[in-house]
């Protein structure tokens, strides 16, 4: 799958990584891919492109960047990102702090109606994409997402079980209010119980 994913930090490059080696061909997206190129050492075999050729290639578009900067931009790229699926790993924080809404819902209604959006990856740290089992643990690690579309979901499924990640359902789109919460939550833990060492993780038990 042609993967695209708009970002060149430290999620983006593990999500990378991770679906390369998976058999997955990957595309980052920058505003200013010529200065990213010392990316192409990190990541071999990913390639690097504007936003606009990124999204415009892509069959499954990441976004990848601070939560700020996301409907700026799905705005200005709304008419690429209509009827692609769309993957929101943002953020918000304290940016929507009363929880009426959540971010991922925000990026579906800038895009517009025939948005495709999925919230995923929003509470796993980059520390531990490439880690789907912690040292010394047979416990796997788990992954939520939410979405209105079950077979927009069953894609983001796979893509997360490729990544050796179990993949949790948590319903539609409107439940990413909680997820949103989830993150400052799990932030505090791992300050208080692991040393802001950002390995903690969230994990279903039957």
């Keep these: 799958m042609q993967i695209g994913i708009i970002g060149t930090g430290s999620m983006a490059l593990n999500l990378a990584k991770g ?21 192409l050492s990190a990541a071999p075999g990913v390639d690097i492109a504007s936003i606009s ?3 415009a290639t892509a069959e499954v578009v990441v976004l990848a960047i ?3 900067a996301v409907e700026p931009l799905v705005q200005q790229r709304a008419g690429q990102l209509t009827n692609k699926l769309v ?21 579906a209604r ?7 959006v999925v919230a995923a990856f929003k ?5 531990t994409l490439l880690e789907p089992v912690a ?17 927009d979901k ?4 796979q893509l997360i079980a490729d990544l050796g990640f179990q993949p949790v359902d948590c319903g539609p789109l409107r439940n990413a209010r909680v997820l949103d919460g989830m993150v400052p939550l799990l932030l505090e833990l791992d300050r208080r119980y692991a040393g802001s060492a950002h390995r903690l993780s969230w994990k279903l038990l039957g």
């Design 53 to 55: 050729e990124t999204v």
């Design 123 to 127: 509470a796993n740290f980059w520390e």
């Design 154 to 157: 069953a894609i983001v499924a």
């Design 19 to 39: 679906w390369l080696q998976a058999g997955h061909v990957i595309q980052l997206g920058s505003r200013q891919p010529q200065t990213k190129t010392s990316l």
């Design 87 to 107: 993957i929101d790993i943002s953020n918000p924080f304290a940016h929507l702090p009363d929880n009426r809404i959540s971010g991922p819902e925000i990026t």
């Design 110 to 116: 800038a895009i517009g109606p025939q948005a495709r």
């Design 66 to 68: 601070p939560y700020t």
């Design 135 to 151: 040292p010394g643990s047979h416990t796997v690690r788990d992954v939520h997402y939410v979405g209105d579309n079950d077979d």
